[in-house]
């Protein structure tokens, strides 16, 4: 089992920034690859962001590309998502999740644990 805890979220004006914390706890956090999703009001769950178990490799959302960047810390057993220039539309809650292939996936039903999430509010 790996748990998942988020925070950092909260309310922002629009081209403001936050950064958003995800820490491990349970198995051994750099076997797994991590990703970061997020869910709007009457949404569907969508992809924002993915890193490698080594950190090396990441890939985002053409959304947030230029954007928002990930990072993970695997001495800290933490990842993050330092998000800039933010817009209304980003809006939503975040979630991380824990994927025991090697360089995660944007597709959610391929992670194995999830976090509860934390609300973001980008006002404009």
């Known amino acids: 089992q790996v748990q998942l805890v988020e925070s950092g979220g909260g309310l922002v004006q629009a081209g403001g920034s936050l950064r958003l914390s995800c820490a491990a706890s349970g198995r051994t956090f750099s076997n797994y690859a991590m990703g970061w999703f997020r869910q709007a009001p009457g949404k569907e769950r969508e992809f924002v962001a993915r890193?490698?178990?080594?950190?090396?490799?990441?890939s985002y959302a053409d959304s947030v590309k230029g954007r928002f960047t990930i990072s993970r810390d695997n001495a800290k057993n933490t990842v993050y998502l330092q998000m800039s220039s933010l817009k209304p539309e980003d809006t939503a809650v975040y979630y991380c999740?824990?994927?025991?292939?090697?360089?995660?996936?944007?597709?959610?039903?391929?992670?194995?644990?999830w976090g509860q999430g934390t609300e973001v509010t980008v006002s404009s």
């Open positions: 999740a824990a994927d025991r292939d090697y360089t995660g996936s944007p597709n959610p039903n391929e992670y194995d644990y």
């Open positions: 890193i490698s178990r080594s950190g090396i490799t990441t």
